[in-house]
């Protein structure tokens, strides 16, 4: 069983019993365990551990961070049978939809509970100050994590306008029962986040890779603070922080070892994973779940959409991310999703990994332009780890960054990622082998994004709902 801290308990506990409460509010009730309970180190790492258990949720990490933005793009299938998140596949979500309120209300009270850590008071001794400013660089820089997150959900993304003043979410940084907030700006909210995995990183003196990556260190910020900046299209510093973390000690696994990566924890190529122990998880509720076959105990909801997989080479090695399935037939044959084998979800999710920094490097490089050559070589580390006899890449400009792109769906797909790669290129979303009668989905679409919960609105009378939602 879970060890949730007594933050997160009761919090959990003075949901259920009001549902009539806005999402962002917390009554005294719902929220006796707040910063003035939080007096020492103990406290602290009780907290803290409660959070990374909160990511592993089946709302979170556990599987609809990935699943919902995927089945939303162009990368997987809905079959035929499919029973869980449908409405997002065919692009009709409603305000009433119980993802979408289950992600609002999950991020922000784990927000909570971040506020509380960060905003407490705890003093100790001089040999253990290191140890507590750790702590609470992983709250800075897990708060900032779950603001990114929320801002890529439920708002346009980053040069949706030029300046980035259209609405992004709420950002709460206290604890105040009283509060209706408005929501912030997208820009608002991304100062927000990188001003949390700055400070994060002045709090934390690891500066090399870790054997556990279940955790975030100053290097695992780096990763994640090169994916902000690449979202925001700050290329300096997108390739300052992704050199960094490729300086850190991370090396790719090889060619004959790529389905590690996904049935090992803590490879040499993981920077950042959400733990997922046998006495730990999320069962059947995990992403492996809605991919795998009935017959290998899943439900079999999505699969590989044949415009993604016609893209690899046959020899490419991440092919073995695909297993063919003789009991499909049609347009729906004939592969699975194999990046998540464990239908029990012991294995860890990865969050971000090398690949990604090298594709990330690789972009900004290209975007800034005086490192082309660096840019070529980035890729090329990527591409010749999955197809060693791939011939070096020599395009320049455009050609170079579709190849990137190209590369980015090849190597994350089924991440959790494609989606954002679209958005942020503003490229409509095609499905050019399509089994639902959504086949196109134009460009900032209103339903490439979620809606505000329906119980946030109806309780909170200054948060505005996004467009098109009723």
Known sequence: MKKYN???????????????????????????????????????????TGVYDEMQEAYYYGRYMFMIPDVLADDVKQNLSANRIIDYAEH???????????????MYFANNALNNIINSDVEVPETSQDSKDHILGEAYALRGLIYFDLVKLFAQHY???????????????????????????????????ISDMTTALSLMNDTSRSSNSNTLSAISVKALLSRVYLYKEDWVNAEAMATDVINAGYSLVDNDNYLTLWNVDNTSESIFEISMTESD???????????????????????????????????????????????????????????????????????????????????????????????????????????????????????????????????????????????????DIVRTECTSSICYIPYADDTNILPIPQDETDVNPNIEQNPGYN
């Open 159 to 193: 040069t949706y306008t030029s300046d980035a003043s259209h609405s992004g979410v709420p950002l709460i940084l206290e604890f105040d029962p009283t509060l209706e907030p408005e929501r912030n700006t997208v820009e608002e909210v991304y100062n927000q986040i």
């Open 281 to 427: 998880n999320v069962g059947g509720n995990g992403i492996s779940g809605l991919y795998l076959s009935a017959a290998d105990g899943g439900y079999g909801d999505y699969l590989p959409s044949n415009d993604v997989v016609s893209l690899y080479d046959a020899e490419d090695v991440r092919m073995n991310v695909f297993v063919e399935d003789t009991n499909l037939a049609g347009d729906y044959a004939p592969y699975r999703v194999n990046k998540y084998s464990d239908v029990l979800g012991y294995d860890n999710v990865k969050v971000v990994r090398l690949a990604e920094i090298y594709l990330i490097r690789a972009e900004a490089r290209a975007q800034i332009g005086t490192n082309i050559t660096g840019a070529q070589e980035d890729l090329d580390v990527v591409r010749k780890r999955a197809l060693p006899t791939a011939t070096s890449t020599t395009t320049t400009g455009e050609d170079l960054l579709d190849a990137i792109f190209l590369e980015r769906r090849l190597e994350l797909c089924f991440e959790g990622q494609r989606l954002w790669d679209l958005m942020r290129r503003k490229q």
């Open 92 to 106: 009709v979500q409603n305000v009433s939809d119980v993802q979408a309120s289950s992600l609002w209300t999950g």
């Open 6 to 48: 007594k933050i997160l308990l009761l919090i959990m506990i003075g949901f259920f019993l009001s549902c009539s409460e806005s999402f962002l509010e917390l009554t005294p009730q719902s929220s006796v365990a707040n910063e003035d309970a939080i007096t020492n180190l103990e406290d602290l790492e009780t907290s803290i």
